[in-house]
């Protein structure tokens, strides 16, 4: 088993579930997450935002309002369809995740002029839409909720039951909000609980996401390090994330909330989507990395090629 820090481009490709599983918890709570958009224009306009993640550092990326019905990513060179996910992946050398919400009711606009969120059919946390993003070649699903959305924990339960009986081992899943996604009844200290960790392991999730402390309100250190400690004690990994725009914050922030996720015990650093928009500010990707694991193995995933 190799641990994620000394994976290269051909380690990834050759990986299954659980290979991938095993490194990042034998990285020791050091691998960097990276949400990204790419339905909007680039920051780099013909360089997508997943390739500058990954070329700040992220060892893994994240597709945010990501359309398996009509798969499309901004800068991406001209791909077929079912090829976008296969095109990413030779480029960036990292493995791939995606967002799919499993919608109860949708609280905000559905015009996609007045709501960049606005939910289409190919982002519903549907059976169809899970096999489709198996077969586009994605190595992990996260089952969460976009600002106004409208995502329940109940929802997200119901949905990995239903995905790890149907699909088996052929995606790692993952499980959680980062903030309350349109749900007040579910904000603060209730975006989750060891009640709805306890039900999303048994659904059977591999990784579940917490809010980072010091993002949404009331979330401290303290609460999200017991929830990441019964989290292990279930055999799962976690993800402690930044979905409140703070990605887009000054580098001592970022730093702050880096060495905090770490005190956690957390097994995976995200970063979200909104620094001005499609993905993190790119110099807080490498704060954040050269924070919880130091430039070694910073500048190591920075330079190393896709050819290796």
């Keep these: 088993m190799k641990r994620i820090l000394d994976c290269q481009a051909s380690d990834f490709r050759q990986m299954s579930r659980q290979d991938l599983l095993d490194a990042i918890a034998g990285s020791e709570g050091r691998t960097i997450a990276c949400e990204t958009i790419g339905s909007i224009m680039p920051m780099l306009g ?3 935002n997943a390739e500058f993640a990954a070329a700040m550092g992220a060892d893994i990326l994240l597709l945010n309002i990501f359309d398996v019905q009509k798969p499309h990513i901004q800068g991406l060179p001209k791909t077929e369809p079912e090829n976008v996910i296969h095109k990413l992946k030779e480029l960036t050398g990292r493995p ?4 799919l919400e499993p919608v109860e009711q949708t609280l905000s606009s559905e015009n996609p002029e007045e709501n960049m969120w606005a939910m289409t059919g190919g982002r519903k946390a549907t059976l169809e839409n899970a096999r489709k993003a198996a077969d586009l070649g994605v190595n992990f699903i996260l089952l969460t909720g976009n600002p106004g959305i409208g995502v329940t924990n109940e929802a997200i339960e119901q949905t990995l039951k239903l995905y790890r009986r149907e ?8 499980a959680g909000k980062m903030h309350a996604s349109g749900i007040l009844t579910e904000g603060a200290e209730k975006i989750i609980t060891k009640e709805d960790i306890a039900a999303f392991a048994s659904a059977g999730a591999d990784i579940i996401l917490l809010p980072a402390p010091g993002t949404v309100p009331g979330i401290t250190l303290e609460y999200v390090r017991g929830l990441v400690t019964y989290a ?6 976690t993800i402690t994330a ?5 990605e887009g914050a000054d ?3 970022i730093r702050q909330i880096a060495l905090m996720c770490k005190m956690t015990g957390t097994d995976i650093h995200h970063l979200g989507d ?7 500010l790119p110099e807080n990707i490498q704060a954040y990395s050269i924070a919880v694991r130091g430039i070694r193995h910073t500048y190591r995933r920075m330079a190393g090629s896709v050819n290796r």
């Design 167 to 174: 699909l088996g081992d052929r995606l790692i899943l993952a």
């Design 274 to 280: 909104a620094g001005y928009g499609g993905m993190s």
């Design 251 to 253: 580098v001592a922030t």
């Design 232 to 237: 292990h004690s279930l055999g799962c990994l």
């Design 242 to 246: 930044i979905g409140t725009s703070q």
């Design 96 to 99: 791939i995740g995606i967002n």
């Design 46 to 48: 013909d360089i997508t």
